[in-house]
């Protein structure tokens, strides 16, 4: 038991010493996520050169720099990571992005999903291209509060320090953050940074609910470690996801487990909305997860080529340009697509040109492919589209909505929609829609038939189109009661098959609106009409069959013994059938029904309720095995009879 124990603990530091390497700096202490609660992320942006880092690090005492070559050029290339306790608040997690423009893609992975926003505005330089563009992407985003932090303060005056305020307010006035806090810091003689704290510390105090949504990470990072496996890492951006957590990798759609969660050099049993995150999942290889994809809650995140998005445009490109989808961790290029029902392109779809993972409600950023300037952001509303076809979804639809939401997709169906296809309509998992789906059938504002829902008034439209088309079926062939059902539904122009329409037939045979058999469906109503020489050889047919029954002779015989061709005697025998004067027991035996149904009934005269062989009601109708048989098994189908073992009972008349 120790040497296990001793084992664990070695896996478990060797995991902490990887992660380290790797700069996975996460938080997540229990002081901080607590339960009911969601956890916090700062996330920095500004001109590149701007203090970012540094002031992270007088923040923190870590260095967000992880690579060795940001180290020799002293500039962020890519997104780091750091944390640090605020009062009140507990352990917030920090994001560091890159500002050179040559890397504003790695800045959007960073930016995504953030609740804070730290702009940093160097004091001697003031307001700076790649500031704008930060800003702007963040006006974009769901980002619910922004500090503008004036990093070097410590190298100007007074008024050039004003100056600089004036000139961050002005470009601040032009976005949705007028009223953001501007303070004023030095990472070198560490002025402001107790005030910046109080700051961060006011916008994160307020506690959120936990957001119950299903969990999803956009994985930023992949790396192996020895013992443990596959590791990767990103910004949780909603729900919680827990040890022993089920989860799906996108695209791909792999089944994987979560094994152990890490945050901030610690092993933790879940993860919260808005942590860094690192999840040691299993079973992966490495090679089978990149950056860009996503792991999430099975029925939460998608794979897909095509998804429409509710956008807010700064600048509306032309329909079909190609654009840059900055969509999780993942940039994707597509062209763009507007509904012409909404206005200004509000409504957008994009269609990439490979497959990526998607969330409902999950943020975008979208810039032209070349000069590469953002255009605008938004959000997903249908994670999986269709080409050409615009079902406009909802906002965030909540529990108490989802009702309403199925209802206003079902009812653009008049033949009805599959379970499936309203998910992926909605973005929404089947099993959240579950309870929504029984109260709607339940209350009788939808019909449910294995997957299919239909409005009832759109049902009883198609029911009546199933009726129109059985009376022209009629029209076209008199000589027939019945039709497959697969006619039928094809000449009432619906498109329903497999078990939908097994159980649909079924309803419509239950409420009397027709009549259905393994053969097909029938008019209740209907009468064959058969012309005069068609009800002389049906006569003929059955007074042959009659006279050697129940020895009857097949097609073939009945053919010679009349002296009509074999083909004339097979189609009459079919109207017979369809008319319900004959009965078929297997191919090649048919008796009239008259004859068959007083056979049975001198049978069951005979043996009652005792049980007998087939030997036994073989001698009593005086025939061979050859018919024998085959008329018991149609009585054990039909259920007249029952059998047990080698012998059977008579339970009820024909």
């Known amino acids: 038991m120790v040497k296990s124990l001793s084992k664990s603990v070695s896996r478990s530091r060797r995991l902490y010493r990887a992660i380290d390497r790797h700069s996975i700096r996460l938080s997540s202490r229990l002081e901080t996520p607590h339960h009911g609660h969601v956890a916090k992320l700062i996330g920095t942006a500004g001109h590149v050169d701007h203090g970012k880092t540094s002031l992270i690090r007088a923040l923190t005492g870590i260095d967000a720099d992880r690579l060795p070559e940001e180290k020799r050029r002293g500039l962020t290339i890519d997104i780091g990571f750091a944390f640090t306790d605020l009062p009140g608040v507990g352990r917030v997690s920090i994001v560091d992005v890159p500002g050179h423009e040559r890397f504003i893609a790695n800045m959007l992975v960073g930016a995504l999903g953030i609740d804070v926003a730290l702009l940093c505005v160097a004091a001697d330089s003031g307001v700076m291209p790649q500031t704008r563009e930060h800003l702007l992407i963040l006006s974009l985003l769901p980002v619910k509060h922004l500090t503008v932090a004036l990093t070097r303060s410590d190298l100007v005056d007074q008024d050039m320090l004003e100056l600089c305020k004036s000139d961050v307010q002005e470009a601040l006035n032009t976005t949705r953050f007028a009223t953001a806090p501007i303070v004023a810091v030095s990472s070198v003689t560490s002025a402001g940074l107790d005030d910046l704290k109080t700051t961060l510390t006011g916008q994160l105090s307020r506690p959120d609910l936990l957001d119950e949504r299903p969990w999803y990470l956009p994985i930023d990072r992949v790396f192996s470690v020895k013992g443990h496996g596959t590791v990767v890492t990103g910004s949780l951006m909603q729900g919680q996801v827990n040890v022993g957590d089920s989860a799906i990798l996108q695209p791909g759609s792999k089944t994987v487990k979560v094994r152990q969660i890490q945050g901030h050099d610690e092993t933790v049993t879940y993860a919260t909305k808005g942590q860094r995150t690192a999840l040691n999942l299993a079973p992966l290889r490495p090679d089978e997860v990149v950056r860009g994809m996503t792991v999430g809650k099975s029925g939460a995140v998608f794979s897909s080529a095509i998804i429409d998005c509710a956008m807010k445009w700064v600048s ?3 329909r079909g340009s190609r654009v840059r989808v900055s969509i999780g961790a993942d940039e994707v290029i597509g062209k763009v697509y507007f509904d012409p029902s909404s206005d200004n392109g509000n409504q957008s779809q994009f269609r990439l040109e490979r497959v990526t993972s998607v969330v409902k409600g999950q943020p975008i950023i979208v810039r032209t492919y070349s000069p590469q300037t953002v255009v605008g952001g938004g959000e997903v509303v249908t994670p999986q589209g269709v080409k050409n076809k615009w079902v406009p979804g909802s906002d965030n639809i909540k529990e108490d909505n989802f009702e309403t939401a199925i209802l206003e997709v079902v009812s653009k169906h008049g033949q009805g929609v599959m379970t499936e296809e309203v998910c992926r309509l909605l973005g929404t998992a089947e099993s959240a829609l579950g309870d929504a789906f029984e109260n709607l059938l339940v209350n009788g504002q939808v019909l449910g038939f294995a997957g299919l829902w239909i409005l009832p008034g ?5 029911t009546e189109k199933i009726v129109l088309a059985l009376g022209n079926l009629y029209t076209a062939h008199p000589e027939k009661s019945t039709f497959t059902k697969e006619a039928v539904i094809k000449s009432a122009g619906l498109k329903w098959t497999g078990k939908p329409l097994e159980r649909i037939v079924q309803h419509m045979k239950n409420k009397g609106i027709l009549l259905a058999t393994p053969q097909g469906l029938s008019s209740i109503e209907h009468q064959i009409r058969m012309s005069d020489s068609q009800r002389s050889l049906l006569d003929r047919v059955k007074s042959t069959l009659d006279a050697e029954s129940p020895n009857v002779p097949d097609s073939l015989a009945v053919s010679r013994a009349l002296n009509v061709p074999v083909q ?87």
């Open 316 to 318: 509306q490109p032309k």
């Open 568 to 654: 004339a005697i097979d189609n009459i025998i079919q109207v017979g059938l369809n008319s319900g004067e004959l009965v078929r027991i297997e191919s090649g035996i048919v008796y009239s029904c008259l004859y068959f149904n007083q056979m049975v009934k001198e049978a069951m005269g005979h043996f009652q309720t005792r049980s007998f062989t087939a030997s036994e009601f073989r001698e009593f109708i005086g025939t061979s095995r050859k018919f024998a048989i085959p008329i018991l098994e149609h009585l054990d189908a039909k259920r007249v009879t029952f059998r047990r073992n080698d012998k059977r009972v008579f339970v009820q008349t024909i």
């Open 458 to 462: 759109s049902f009883e439209s198609c």
